[in-house]
């Protein structure tokens, strides 16, 4: 008999950006895999993870402006697979870049990168992904040492690598992010790309001429220190995972370390900003 999950089923109106903070606040509680549709999102977690009060104090569900239901269901484990590869499109970003599935045609673009994204986090299709690639595709990164922080399934680190970056490092805290990027690494013949798990600890000592973070506001906040000094003279930093009403206190913090602010893209009110040193 296989693993035992949790399917909830939410129904959420408006979808967005309902739908994003939902999918991070459950990340946080031990959900594992999720997927979006016509309605909303079906979100599932082990059984032997689940407790009963496991959605109380969930941000999102407190919040006026956003129609929330859901329904719960015990299920076997499934092909994970057969379900992202249903709502699993490719995408282009800047007409120079394609994200797609290996199931997905080849097309004619600069920079054609396969992602298998299991569980993990980062196809593109998300907001803060789609601006960091947008960020590489207008940056210079030729020689440069470069480091995906919180890398998800690695796509930053390819593109940053195709780009003619190196050497390039990417770390994830989770897991199954660290596996799922070794895989995409090599699927994309990435191969001299090095994949680390663990967190901002394991920088001590590292430097870096460009460093992209694509996490959340809180983790930012508390490793912005931690990234300006790793920083080369003259290097950049990108961030991203955080609202428009956050960019005031990132970049306070940015400048309180010497980083000036360059630039930043919005998209369905998530931010991208670029610092440099």
């Not at 309902?18 to 459950?26: Q, R, S």
């Not at 697979?81 to 080849?106: K, L, Q, S, Y």
């Not at 803060?128 to 207008?138: A, K, N, R, S, Y």
């Not at 901002?200 to 906040?221: H, P």
Request: aromatic share 10%.
């Amino acid at each position: 008999m296989g693993l035992v999950y949790l399917e909830y089923d939410f129904t959420i109106k408006p979808a967005q950006p309902a739908t994003d903070i939902l999918i991070a606040e459950l990340g946080e509680v031990g959900f594992e895999s999720f997927v979006e549709n016509e309605t909303g999102l079906l979100a599932y977690i082990l059984k032997s993870d689940w407790r009963e009060d496991i959605l109380n104090g969930l941000y999102i569900l407190q919040q006026p402006g956003f129609e929330i239901s859901w329904t719960q269901k015990e299920i076997q484990q499934q092909n994970w697979n057969a379900e992202w590869e249903r709502n699993f499109h490719p995408i282009t970003v800047g007409d120079r870049c394609m994200v797609r599935a290996p199931f997905h045609p080849a097309a004619e673009v600069e920079y054609d990168i396969v992602i298998e994204p299991k569980m993990s986090f980062g196809t593109g299709h998300h907001e803060t992904t789609h601006m960091m690639l947008q960020h590489i595709l207008d940056m210079d990164v030729q020689g440069k040492s470069v480091l995906d922080m919180g890398c998800g399934t690695g796509v930053l680190a390819i593109l940053a690598k195709k780009k003619g970056a190196g050497p390039v490092d990417a770390i994830d805290i989770d897991e199954w992010c660290y596996l799922n990027t070794q895989e995409n690494i090599e699927r994309n013949d990435c191969g001299s790309i090095k994949a680390f798990q663990g967190d901002s600890s394991l920088l001590k000592g590292k430097e870096y001429d460009v460093i992209l973070a694509n996490i959340n506001r809180n983790i930012l906040m508390e490793d912005i220190p931690v990234y300006v000094e790793c920083l080369t003279s003259g290097g950049t930093l990108l961030l991203s995972g955080f609202y428009s009403g956050d960019l005031d206190a990132i970049s306070s913090k940015c400048a309180a370390y010497g980083l000036q602010f360059e630039k930043n893209l919005e998209k369905n009110n998530w931010i991208s900003a670029k610092y440099v040193n």
